[in-house]
């Protein structure tokens, strides 16, 4: 089954916990701390695996977990880090998150790998804490909680050239012709439900790849018949080729129907139609075939079109009339046509563009606000990864904590608030009293 699109969470190994520890030995008077930092937590990473066809992988495996880092331990020793999970993507896969509509990277050479969620640091020991006025401190860190993503995967299949054009024009038929892909042919509309990949290899030693893409129909960019949710495979193709039946037999203008999938591509992305095109006119072998064609030409000439034509050539996959010239025209073509940018490129560089000349506003460390039962909820990310890192076993670690929400300004923020003494406080699941 060809799966070209998935949503699915990652979440990054938290950090292990720094340890609360002393040294104790015989002949070693005051051994001082020893507690060791914990091991960073496993990153979750994207890597393009070139076997890979498909995002068939993920239909049924939608989470991915990293394992925490180690925690510290005695004697300054350190925990282990945390491996990190490799999860394989198949070339062409364009990684968007989905919450904030970031494109985070775009995988297309082999081996290629992308940090989708880096895993948590681990938490300092009490050996770091110790001071002259405090040498034996009971204070250590917990790990730094791992990034948890949801992302979407776009698979973007990677060809050099691509077939478009209305249903049973005879593209699946082109591709088994000159390629020794098997796509499926019948005497039918929307016989090719999927993408199709061959290879084209001539006799002077050039090739290229070549796709077949699903039928498009009038009214595609609405969602009429399959829509327009292939035409994300011919973003990275440099050439297009626009079959376009010729025979008559079924009573459509050829014109028209080249207008009408042309009107297509430029409502799914303008930029396509800046892609050269060699309009193919199929089914040479029937009885009217070449007079279409010549009336054809003569239309396309007339009109003035936006359309990038580079050529019209005639030919028969049945009989194999005019492939051979077809295909090394192709090859000729595609030496001289460079990489077109996508729209996931585009959007990466626009997104880079913007960070490096615009700056963000930056956000509050906390918010505050009173349900109805009277608590005071407090909240923010960076309040909260905080208190997440912060090892309430321990009396000083409450301590060290007190004293970063008020250098933080929340003390001063709950009394403006209007909070009074033995009010109750909340931290996540975590409950305190407000002292003044």
Do not use: C
């Amino acid at each position: 089954m060809f799966v070209d699109q998935v949503k699915i969470t990652v979440k990054a190994g938290k950090g292990g916990d720094g340890a609360v520890a002393f040294r104790r030995e015989k002949f070693v008077p005051n051994g001082g701390p020893a507690g060791g930092d914990g091991g960073r937590g496993g990153s979750v990473i994207l890597r393009v695996n070139e076997g890979l066809r498909t995002l068939m992988d993920f239909r049924y495996h939608r989470i991915f977990k990293a394992q925490a880092g180690e925690k510290g331990m005695n004697k300054g020793m350190y925990g282990r880090k945390a491996p990190d999970l490799v999860i394989d993507v198949p070339e062409g896969t364009t990684v968007t998150d989905v919450d904030t509509g970031e494109v985070l990277g775009d995988l297309v050479t082999a081996g290629q790998e992308l940090v989708v969620a880096p895993g948590g640091r681990g938490g300092r020991g009490n050996i770091h804490f110790a001071s002259a006025k405090n040498p034996a401190p009971e204070i250590a860190e917990n790990g730094e909680p791992g990034v948890e993503r949801n992302i979407r995967l776009e698979l973007q299949v990677l060809a050099d050239v691509g077939l478009v054009g209305f249903p049973s024009v005879g593209k699946s038929t082109l591709l088994a012709a000159v390629t020794s892909a098997k796509p499926k042919i019948a005497d039918y509309h929307f016989t090719t439900l999927v993408p199709n990949l061959g290879m084209v290899q001539l006799d002077d030693g050039r090739d290229f790849a070549m796709a077949d893409l699903p039928g498009l129909i009038e009214g595609a960019s609405q969602g009429v018949g399959l829509g327009i949710q292939f035409l994300r495979h011919i973003e990275r193709t440099r050439v297009i080729l626009h079959l376009i039946d010729m025979s008559g037999l079924e009573g459509r203008d050829p014109y028209a129907d080249f207008t009408a999938i042309n009107q297509e591509l430029a409502q799914y992305d303008p930029e396509l139609l800046r892609r050269p095109q060699i309009v193919v006119g199929s089914k040479m072998d029937m009885p009217d075939a070449a007079e279409n064609l010549r009336q054809f030409q003569a239309q396309l000439q007339a009109e003035d079109s936006s359309v990038n034509v580079v050529k019209v050539m005639g030919i028969s996959s049945l009989t194999h009339q005019g492939l051979q010239d077809l295909m090394r025209e192709t090859a000729t073509l595609l030496a001289e046509t460079p990489q077109f940018e996508t729209r996931s490129e585009r959007k990466l560089r626009e997104q880079m563009e913007q960070q490096t000349y615009q700056f963000e506003e930056e956000k509050p460390p906390f918010e505050i606000h009173r349900d109805s039962a009277g608590v005071w909820i407090l909240s923010g990310d960076e309040l909260e990864k905080l208190f997440k890192m912060t090892n309430i076993d321990h009396d000083e670690s409450l301590m060290r904590f007190a004293r970063q929400l008020r250098h933080m300004g929340v003390d001063e923020a709950l009394r403006q608030k209007g909070a009074k003494s033995g009010d109750t406080v909340q931290i996540g699941s975590f409950m305190f009293d407000f002292v003044e």
